[in-house]
C-alpha cells in the first residue's frame, strides 16, 4: 500500500511508501529502546541500591549497554541523513565503539562499566558509539530545533571529554549524566509522536544524488 499523497521535493515529486514507514518506525523504536536502556543503566549508576550486590548491578550496566548498543545500530541503519559521507562515518564511528567494547569484555574479567569508570583513556576506543550517538543528536537538532537535541549536543561530549582528563568532580558528572538519561527519554518519546513524514524528508534529494552517484560509476564510453 502507497501513500496517495504526492509531495513536492526540491528535485520533483515523490510519495511515501509503507517501506518508507516502517524504516522511520524501526529509527523511533530503536531510539527508544536505546533511550530506555541509557535511563535504566544511568539509575542503577546514581540511586542507592544497598541490597543489590555492586557485581551485579555492574552486570546488568554490562547487559543494557549491549542493548543500547545494538538499539543504536540500528537507529544508524535506518535514519535518514541527506549527506552519505556523514552517514557512513556516523556507522563507522558505531562499529569502532562495538568492536572496543567487545575487546575490552573479553580482555577483562571485570564488567564493562567499571573498566570505563576506571579505566578512563578506555573512551578513546568505546567513546567512538556516543560520538554516533551524538552524531543523531546533532542531526536531530538541525532538522528539528529540539532543545533537548541541541542541550544534548553539548552535554555528551563535554561528560564524556571531563571525564577522560579527569576533570570533572563526581557530582558534576552524576548531573550531567542524569540530565543526558533525561533529555534522551524526552526525545525518544517526543519522535514517536512525530509526524511519520517529516522524519523521511525529502526523497527527491536521496533520488537525486543516487542518480548522480550512478552517473560517476558509469564506464566513459567513446
Given at each position: 500500500?502507497?501513500?496517495s499523497?504526492?509531495?513536492q521535493?526540491?528535485?520533483?515529486?515523490?510519495?511515501?511508501?509503507?517501506?518508507?514507514?516502517?524504516g522511520?518506525?524501526?529509527?523511533?523504536?530503536?531510539?527508544?529502546?536505546?533511550a530506555?536502556?541509557?535511563?535504566?543503566?544511568?539509575?542503577?549508576v546514581?540511586?542507592?541500591?544497598?541490597?543489590?550486590d555492586?557485581?551485579?548491578?555492574?552486570?546488568?550496566?554490562t547487559?543494557?549497554?549491549?542493548?543500547?548498543?545494538?538499539a543504536?545500530?540500528?537507529?544508524?541503519?535506518?535514519?535518514?541523513?541527506?549527506?552519505?559521507?556523514?552517514?557512513?562515518?556516523?556507522?563507522?564511528?558505531?562499529?569502532i565503539?562495538?568492536?572496543?567494547?567487545?575487546v575490552?569484555?573479553w580482555?577483562?574479567?571485570q564488567?564493562l562499566?567499571?573498566?570505563?569508570?576506571?579505566?578512563?583513556m578506555?573512551?578513546?576506543g568505546?567513546?567512538?558509539?556516543?560520538?554516533?550517538?551524538t552524531?543523531?543528536?546533532?542531526?536531530?537538532a538541525?532538522?528539528?530545533n529540539?532543545?533537548?537535541?541541541?542541550?544534548?549536543t553539548g552535554?555528551?561530549?563535554?561528560?564524556?571529554?571531563?571525564?577522560?582528563?579527569?576533570v570533572?568532580p563526581?557530582?558534576?558528572?552524576?548531573?550531567?549524566?542524569?540530565?543526558?538519561?533525561?533529555?534522551?527519554l524526552?526525545?525518544?518519546?517526543?519522535?514517536?509522536?512525530?509526524?511519520?513524514?517529516?522524519d523521511?524528508?525529502?526523497?527527491?534529494?536521496?533520488?537525486?544524488?543516487?542518480i548522480q552517484?550512478?552517473?560517476?560509476?558509469?564506464?566513459?564510453?567513446?
Amino acid at each position: 500500500m502507497i501513500d496517495s499523497e504526492v509531495y513536492q521535493g526540491q528535485f520533483g515529486t515523490f510519495i511515501i511508501t509503507d517501506r518508507d514507514r516502517q524504516g522511520v518506525i524501526i529509527y523511533r523504536s530503536a531510539l527508544i529502546v536505546a533511550a530506555l536502556c541509557f535511563a535504566a543503566a544511568t539509575m542503577a549508576v546514581l540511586l542507592p541500591l544497598e541490597a543489590v550486590d555492586r557485581m551485579t548491578i555492574l552486570n546488568l550496566i554490562t547487559g543494557l549497554y549491549l542493548i543500547f548498543s545494538v538499539a543504536l545500530g540500528i537507529a544508524l541503519a535506518t535514519i535518514h541523513i541527506y549527506l552519505v559521507i556523514l552517514h557512513r562515518a556516523l556507522q563507522l564511528f558505531w562499529v569502532i565503539g562495538s568492536v572496543s567494547a567487545i575487546v575490552l569484555g573479553w580482555q577483562s574479567s571485570q564488567p564493562l562499566a567499571s573498566i570505563v569508570y576506571h579505566q578512563p583513556m578506555t573512551l578513546f576506543g568505546i567513546g567512538f558509539t556516543f560520538a554516533a550517538l551524538t552524531g543523531i543528536f546533532f542531526k536531530e537538532a538541525f532538522c528539528f530545533n529540539r532543545f533537548e537535541t541541541k542541550l544534548l549536543t553539548g552535554i555528551v561530549p563535554l561528560l564524556l571529554l571531563g571525564h577522560l582528563i579527569t576533570v570533572l568532580p563526581p557530582t558534576v558528572e552524576a548531573l550531567l549524566l542524569a540530565t543526558w538519561a533525561s533529555l534522551f527519554l524526552i526525545f525518544a518519546l517526543r519522535k514517536s509522536i512525530q509526524l511519520i513524514p517529516a522524519d523521511i524528508g525529502d526523497k527527491s534529494v536521496f533520488e537525486y544524488l543516487e542518480i548522480q552517484k550512478s552517473k560517476k560509476a558509469a564506464p566513459i564510453t567513446e
